[in-house]
C-alpha cells in the first residue's frame, strides 16, 4: 500500500513538473489568473491552457492506457518482450494514417487521431491473435514473431507510400516520433473514455487472467473459461493501445519498460499491477514530455524519443538482471 | 507494364548509348566545361534530348523551350509532373514521369545527351553510373544540393543547351518584376517578414538560406532581429518552441503549406498572442502558392508574385481590418 | 541433393529474370549477344547498369543469409538476427547521423560501421561478470540497443529540411541503386572469406547446439567458441549492409526458409541454404522494386519487407497448427 502511495506521489510530481516547467515560465500567480480570467491574447495564459493542460490530460491517457496494455500483453502471453508499441501495432497506424491521408488528402491532427485508432486497433488485435494471445500455451517467442512479421510486412508499405508521395512524408517523419504536443487538437475526451473502459475491463477479469496464467487446464478446473478471457484480454489491448496512438501517436517504449517496474513497486497480484502500470506509465510519459521540452530549447525533443531514450537504459538494465529460463 | 525493347528506334537508342560509353568523342573547339559538386563535366555540343532528374528542374528546362525527355516527379497531382504555371511550355509533349529512386535503365533507355542531376539528391555512385550513359550536370561546387539558386540553375542549363541569350532574358524579366514590385511598394521595404510551417505540431520557420526567404527578400522584406539570430539546424530552417511563437511575429506573416494543415493553423492557440495575428497581417499559402514558393523556379516565382501581391497588400495596409483573402478562406482570422 | 538443385535452380532463373526484365526488357538473346560480343546494348546492360546490380544482390543476399542463419544457430532463438539485435538499426542511425552533420561518406561503408558499433555495444553491454552470457539476455540488450537507436533516427529525421530527410530515408530502406563492379568485388571478397571462415567452424557450433554444459565436456572453450562465432556473424553481416544497405528481413527469414526449400538437416547445408536463400530472396526482392510498378524504381528493402513478412506470417500459422511455436 506504502508502495501505491508512493506512486499516486510521483504521479503528482510529474503533473506538478508537466503543469510548471517548459520555455515560458508560468508562475502559480499567472496560473490563478488564467483560470479566473482566461485571456486567449496573453502568452502565459495560452500556454498553460491551450497547451501544458492539454498535453497534461494527453499524457495521462495515453501514458496510463499504455502502461495497462503493456502489462496485460506481457501476462497473457507470459512474455516480457510484448508491448503493445513494439509489436506492428505502431506500424499499423502509421499505415493507415498514410493511407488514409493520401486517399483523403486531409492530414490535420483530428483526422490523424481518427484515422490511427482503427488502424492501431486492428493491428494489436491481429498481433495478439497471430501472436497467441489467444491461445494461452505459448512461448515469448511467437508473439515477438508475429509483431516483427507485421511490423516489417506495413512498414515496408508505409516506406513504399512515403518514398512515392513525397508529401506524405512529412505528416509521416513527425507523427511516426510520438508527442504530446497536438493534445489539443486531438479528441481527448471520446479516447478518455475508451482508455477507461479498457482499463475497468482489465481491473475486472484481472483474477481470471491469473486463473489462466497457472495454466489453461489448471484454470478450467478452477472454472474459467479461457476463450472468454482471452477475448477480454484482446479488447483491453486494443481498446487501450488505440486510444493511446490516437492521442500521442507512436510512444513504442513505455508498455514495455513500464510492467516489470510495475511488478516490482506492487507485487504480483495483478490488480494491484494494472494499477500500478497505469500511474507509473502516465508519471512516466509525463516526465518524458516535460524532459524533452527543455533538453534543446527552443526545439522540443519529442515525447516519443524521449521514452525511448529514458526506458532504453532501464530496459537494457532489466534484461540483464533477467535470469535465463525465467523469461521462456 | 515494362517497355519492350522491341522498336527499332529504341534499340537504336540503346546502342547509341552504348557506343557513347565506348568511345566518347569531343570536339575541343566546341566542348562546354561545367564545375560542379561531383566534379566537371564536359558537353561536346549543346544538349537537346535532357533527362530532368532534379526535383524541380523541369521548371527551368521548360523556360529554355527544352521539353525534357523524363520528369523527376516530387508531389502534387499534376500531368507529367508539370505544375500549372509551366504547363503552357509543355505544349503536346509527354515527358515520363519517373517516381522513387533514379531508374538508371530507364534514363538509358531515353538516350539523352544531357542528364540534370541538380537537386535530385542522387549519390556519387549514381552520379558515375549516370556519367557512362550522358554528361550529368550537377549543382556547382559552392551550392549545397537543393540550395542553388532559380538564377545560377537557369543559366547553367542555358549554357549546356545553348539558350544562354533566352536565359538571359528570363532572368532580366524576373529581376524586372521584382523591382517594379519594389518601386510600386515603397512601404513595404525594410519591414519584417517570415515564412513559417506548421506540421505534426511543430512550427518551424524558413532562414535566409532557403528559397522562400530569398523571395521575401527580394520584395524588400527582411528577416526579424529575433529570428535571424536563431541558429537553425543549417541555413534552412529552424524549429520554434510551441510555447514562444515570438520569433516570427513580423510584420509579414506567411503561412506555408501543402493543403492539409489549414485547420490545425486555425485551431492553434498561440497564434492568437501573436501581434501579427491580431492586427491581420497574416496570409496563408494554399498547396499551389507553396509549391511555387517552394520550386523557387524562374516560372514558379512570377506565378508566386502575381499571388501573393495583393495578398501582401491586404495584409500590410497599416489597416487591422482589412480581411486578407487567404487568411479568411483558411479560418485564420 | 533433389532440395539443393531445387534452390540452384531457383537461384539461375531468378538471376536470369533479373537480368532479362525490368522498365526496359532484353531478349535473352540480345543479352547472349552483348556477352559474346561486348557490344549493343546486351552489353550495356550486362556491363554497367544490370549485371553489377544483380551480381551485388546475390553476394549482399547471401552474406546477410548466412549472417542470420549462424546467429540463429548459435543463439537456438529464430529471432536472433541482425535485424532484430540491434545491427540494423545502428547501421541506419549512422547513416541519418551522417547525412544530418552534412558527412559525405558512401552510406553502406557508413551503415556496416555503425552496425558493428551497434553488434560491439550489445556484447559489451550483456557481459556479467563470471557468468556466461545466456543467449536471450543477448537478444533483449540487442533488441533495447535496436530501440534506442532507431529513436534517435526518428528524432534526427525530424530535424533534417524536407529533402533531405526524402534521401535519408531511402537509405534507411535499403538499396541496390548504382551498384558497380567495386561493389561486386568486395562484398564476394570478403563475403567468402568471412563464408569460409564460418564454416570452419561448423563443429564448434555443432558442439554448442548441443548445450553448453555438453559442449564444454566435450572439450570447447564455450565463451571462446561463441565469440568467434558471433564475430563471424557480425562482419558477415556487416559486408553485406555495406554495399546493399540496412535490408531488413534477409538475415532474419533465410535460414528457416532455407531449409524448408533444401530440406537440409545438417548445419553446413542449413547454413548453405540459407546463404542461397538470402541471395534469391535479393535477387527477387530487387527486381520487384524497380519492375513491378511501372515508372516506379523502389528501394530493394521496401520489397524484402514486403515479401518476407507473409512468409513469416503463413509459417507461425502452419506451426501454430503444428503445435510447435
Known sequence: MLRLLGLFTLLALALALALSVGARPVTPAVALEALRAYDPTNPAHVTLMAIRLPRLAAGLIAGGALGLAGTVMQVMTRNPLADPGLLGVNAGAAFALLIGATALGTSDATSVALLTFPGAALASALVFTLGGGLRGDVGPVRLTLAGAALNALLLSLVTAIVLIRQDTLDMFRFWVAGSLTQAASRPLMEMALIAAAGGILALAIAPQIEALSLGSALSRSLGTKPRRVQAAALAVVTLCTGAAVAVAGPIAFLGLMVPPLARRVAGHALRRELLASALLGAALLLFADTLGRVVMPPAEVRAGIMTALIGGPIFLWVARRLRPGATA | MTTPLASLSRRGFLAGAASLLAAPKLHAAEELRFAHAYGETVLAAPARRVVSLGYTTQDSLLALGIVPQAIRYWYGDHPYGVWPWAQPLLGDGQPMLMTGEVSIETVASLAPDLIVGIGSGISEAEYALLSQIAPVLMQAPEFTTYGMPWDAELRMLARATGTSERAEALVADLHGRFEALRARHPDWQGQTAVCAWHEGGQTSAFLDGDSRAQVLREMGFRLPEALAQMQGTDDFYTALSPEDLSPIDADLLLWISDGGQADDLAALAMRRTLRANAEGREAFCDALLSGALSFGSVLSVPYALKRLEPEISAALDGDPKTVVPSASEAGLL | ?325
Open chain 3, 1 to 325: 541433393m533433389k532440395g539443393a538443385l531445387t534452390l540452384c535452380l531457383l537461384l539461375l532463373c531468378a538471376t536470369l529474370a533479373a537480368l532479362m526484365l525490368g522498365p526496359v526488357q532484353l531478349s535473352p538473346a540480345l543479352l547472349w549477344q552483348g556477352l559474346r560480343t561486348g557490344e549493343g546494348p546486351g552489353a550495356l546492360v550486362l556491363g554497367t547498369i544490370r549485371g553489377p546490380r544483380v551480381v551485388t544482390a546475390l553476394g549482399a543476399g547471401a552474406v546477410l543469409g548466412l549472417s542470420g542463419a549462424l546467429f540463429q544457430a548459435l543463439f537456438r532463438n529464430p529471432l536472433a538476427a541482425p535485424d532484430i539485435m540491434g545491427f540494423t538499426a545502428g547501421a541506419g542511425l549512422t547513416i541519418i547521423a551522417a547525412i544530418a552533420l552534412g558527412l559525405t561518406l558512401p552510406p553502406p561503408l557508413l551503415a556496416a560501421g555503425g552496425g558493428l558499433a551497434a553488434a560491439l555495444l550489445v556484447a559489451l553491454l550483456s557481459q556479467r561478470r563470471g557468468q556466461a552470457t545466456p543467449p536471450l539476455t543477448m537478444i533483449l540488450v540487442g533488441l533495447g540497443i535496436g530501440f534506442i537507436a532507431s529513436a534517435l533516427s526518428s528524432f534526427l529525421l525530424t530535424l533534417l529540411p524536407h529533402p533531405q530527410a526524402a534521401e535519408a530515408q531511402r537509405w534507411l530502406t535499403g538499396s541496390l541503386a548504382a551498384r558497380d563492379w567495386t561493389h561486386v568485388a568486395q562484398v564476394w571478397l570478403i563475403g567468402a572469406l568471412l563464408a569460409a571462415l564460418a564454416l570452419a567452424q561448423m563443429r564448434r557450433l555443432a558442439a554448442l547446439e548441443l548445450g553448453e554444459d555438453l559442449a564444454a565436456g566435450l572439450g570447447l572453450r564455450v565463451g571462446r567458441a561463441r565469440i568467434a562465432l558471433a564475430g563471424t556473424a557480425v562482419l558477415l553481416a556487416a559486408a553485406g549492409v555495406a554495399v546493399a544497405g540496412p535490408v531488413p528481413f534477409i538475415a532474419l527469414m533465410s535460414g528457416p526458409l532455407g531449409a524448408r526449400i533444401t530440406g537440409a538437416r545438417r548445419l553446413r547445408g542449413q547454413m548453405l541454404s540459407a546463404a542461397g536463400t538470402g541471395a534469391l530472396v535479393l535477387v527477387v526482392a530487387d527486381l520487384a522494386a524497380r519492375a513491378a510498378l511501372p515508372g516506379i524504381q523502389l528501394p530493394a528493402g521496401v520489397m524484402t519487407g514486403l515479401l518476407g513478412a507473409p512468409y513469416l506470417l503463413w509459417r507461425l500459422s502452419r506451426e501454430m497448427e503444428k503445435g510447435e511455436l
